[in-house]
């Protein structure tokens, strides 16, 4: 099973940008019980844990990103969904969609460039 990401761009800082993630290889009943998350790997770092939602829509996110950060699922279209408000040139980096546990294979991710 492989999520497949979208939405990614570049966008000036104060931006808005919302990325999407399709796992459609996954069993409806499989994502359901999957705690899903978006991370993100920024040039030269290692992948980081973003934000994260329960099936029934309990959200967690990193400090760098609350308030500013949005996360959201689709469980019948097994979709998940990060909007990305007040944008940093530091939110620049590859975002990817996974389980918490990163259970699924890593797709390609998609591009977030920030300018400032």
């Known amino acids: 099973v492989q999520p497949v990401e979208s939405g990614g761009g570049l966008v000036q800082a104060g931006g808005s940008l919302r990325v999407s993630c399709k796992v459609s290889?996954?069993?409806?009943?499989?994502?359901?019980?999957?705690?899903m998350g978006w991370y993100r790997q920024a040039p030269g770092k290692e992948r980081e844990l973003v934000a994260t939602i329960t099936r029934l829509s309990n959200s967690w996110y990193i400090d760098s990103v609350k308030g500013r950060f949005t996360i959201s699922r689709d469980n019948a279209n097994k979709k998940v969904y990060l909007q990305m408000d007040s944008l940093k040139p530091e939110d620049t980096a590859i975002y990817y969609c996974?389980?918490?546990?990163?259970?699924?294979?890593w797709g390609q991710g998609t591009q977030v460039t920030v300018s400032s």
């Open positions: 996974n389980s918490d546990m990163g259970e699924f294979s």
């Open positions: 290889g996954a069993i409806t009943s499989v994502f359901n019980s999957k705690i």
